[in-house]
């Protein structure tokens, strides 16, 4: 069954797939590395010095793009209905699409950060604390995105609100992801994939309750 939820999500989710969802976030996320140099100018020691603040950001924003498409879709189609039916937690359900949604969108941004790191003039050393900050802290805003796509999704214009509490509730992923890039060490990767963990334990059963709420009011 959870190989089954899984394939379906994806189907969903990945680029070419119903929703075809990882193409935007990909796009955004480069067309921000292209656009970044042409708003700052051509001085290659500031966007070697900001250019991994911005991927961070850009990554961010990407993640923000598919919330819409996560859970209001089959809610308002009586998926979460047949699934209870059927016997099927709303938690499992939701661990599933939290799996489903990193899938679609964090390889493909990680992928798409060695073109961005290049076009913004990042050495080898600060692009591999960029891969390593993003592959600890995706899950995190993966999981940020679905608990408050899940909590908006019975409310009118609840994808527009969803993509302004992401924000500030994904601030300190941010903060120790971005932050690891000016100091020495890996102790701002390692927070950052330690609150990544946390959240990811949390969301499924936060995300459920709100399904399960929205499913039965």
């Not at 489903?100 to 080898?124: E, I, K, N, Q, V």
């Amino acid at each position: 069954m959870i190989g089954t939820l899984l394939r379906r999500d994806l189907g969903l989710l990945l680029p070419g797939g119903r929703g075809g969802g990882g193409v935007l976030p990909l796009l955004f996320f480069l067309a921000v590395a292209m656009l970044y140099p042409f708003a700052v100018g051509p001085d290659a020691q500031l966007l070697a010095r900001t250019g991994g603040g911005v991927i961070w950001v850009a990554a961010l924003l990407a993640a923000i793009l598919p919330l819409e498409k996560l859970v209001s879709g089959d809610l308002d189609a009586g998926v979460f209905d047949q699934l209870h039916l059927r016997g099927i937690s709303e938690e499992l359900v939701m661990a599933v699409r939290l799996l489903a949604h990193w899938l679609a969108f964090a390889p493909l941004l990680l992928l798409a950060t060695l073109p961005a790191a290049g076009l913004l003039g990042l050495d080898g050393p600060t692009t591999r604390t960029v891969l390593l900050g993003l592959l600890a802290g995706t899950p995190g805003l993966a999981a940020v995105g679905l608990a408050v796509a899940a909590l908006t999704a019975a409310l009118r214009g609840g994808a527009a609100l969803a993509g302004l509490m992401v924000i500030p509730l994904a601030v300190p992923i941010l903060i120790f992801g971005a932050g690891a890039l000016s100091t020495t060490g890996d102790g701002g990767i390692a927070l950052a994939a330690a609150i990544s963990l946390g959240l990811c334990a949390v969301t499924p059963f936060v995300a459920g309750a709100a399904i399960r709420s929205a499913r039965e009011g």
